[in-house]
């Protein structure tokens, strides 16, 4: 059973773009940060690597002018998707469209650069028995979410900024407790660059 990773890489950031002191720091996701490996590298190469450490299938949904992330995407062996992304849920139903013949999908954040490998393990494992499954960090749920076969209509329909969330209404999602606060932390402004979520 096939089980890969949209990496969602589609949106303005327009709150981080407006608070970005350099026109360089305007595309957030392709700002530095320290990410779980210390390493000074963007936030959208921190989240592929990690998701890369246990995702064999994973394709990137970006815009057709992040040819950066284009560029990062390619050079690593995965599929990436160019689209005017209107929302998040334009940008979903991209990823599933173009991977129909998957049983089950993680949907990722590409601004999530904290959330460890071992986190992605738990939500597939969990995705093979379930559903829809979710990461949770102290009773708080977080992403990656997990959608099995079932859902593939749904996620191809979804459009605009409904996200893959509400589908979470026709099955409540099975919870995956994980030590991992970074399932919570994005990179939403500059600051959160300079901070790292820790148990």
Same mark, same amino acid.
């Given at each position: 059973?096939?089980?890969?990773?949209?990496?969602?890489?589609?949106?303005?950031?327009?709150?981080?773009?407006?608070?970005?002191?350099?026109?360089?720091?305007?595309?957030?996701?392709?700002?530095?940060?320290?990410?779980?490996?210390?390493?000074?590298?963007?936030?959208?190469?921190?989240?592929?690597?990690?998701?890369?450490?246990?995702?064999?299938?994973?394709?990137?949904?970006?815009?057709?002018?992040?040819?950066?992330?284009?560029?990062?995407?390619?050079?690593? /062996?995965?599929?990436?998707?160019?689209?005017?992304?209107?929302?998040? @849920? *334009?940008?979903? &139903?991209?990823?599933?469209? +173009?991977?129909?013949?998957?049983?089950?999908?993680?949907?990722?954040?590409?601004?999530?650069?904290?959330?460890?490998?071992?986190?992605?393990?738990?939500?597939?494992?969990?995705?093979?028995?379930?559903?829809?499954?979710?990461?949770?960090?102290?009773?708080?749920?977080?992403?990656?979410?997990?959608? /099995?076969?079932?859902?593939?209509?749904?996620?191809?329909?979804?459009? @605009? *900024?409904?996200? &893959?969330?509400?589908?979470? +209404?026709?099955?409540?999602?099975?919870?995956?407790?994980?030590?991992?606060?970074?399932?919570?932390?994005?990179?939403?402004?500059?600051?959160?660059?300079?901070?790292?979520?820790?148990?």
């Amino acid at each position: 059973m096939t089980i890969g990773a949209v990496i969602v890489a589609a949106g303005l950031g327009t709150r981080f773009r407006h608070m970005a002191d350099s026109e360089s720091e305007a595309n957030k996701l392709m700002a530095i940060c320290s990410g779980i490996s210390g390493s000074p590298l963007s936030v959208f190469t921190h989240t592929l690597q990690n998701t890369l450490q246990t995702m064999r299938h994973v394709v990137v949904v970006t815009r057709p002018e992040y040819r950066a992330i284009q560029q990062i995407t390619e050079s690593s /062996g995965c599929q990436c998707i160019c689209i005017d992304s209107q929302g998040i @849920g *334009d940008s979903i &139903a991209a990823g599933v469209k +173009a991977t129909k013949q998957w049983r089950g999908w993680l949907i990722t954040l590409a601004d999530m650069p904290f959330i460890r490998p071992e986190t992605y393990t738990q939500v597939i494992q969990a995705l093979k028995s379930n559903r829809a499954v979710r990461p949770v960090y102290q009773d708080q749920p977080g992403h990656p979410v997990g959608f /099995g076969a079932e859902f593939r209509d749904s996620l191809m329909a979804l459009n @605009g *900024d409904q996200g &893959a969330k509400n589908l979470f +209404a026709q099955a409540p999602p099975y919870l995956v407790p994980v030590n991992d606060p970074g399932i919570l932390f994005d990179i939403d402004t500059p600051q959160a660059l300079l901070r790292q979520p820790v148990p």
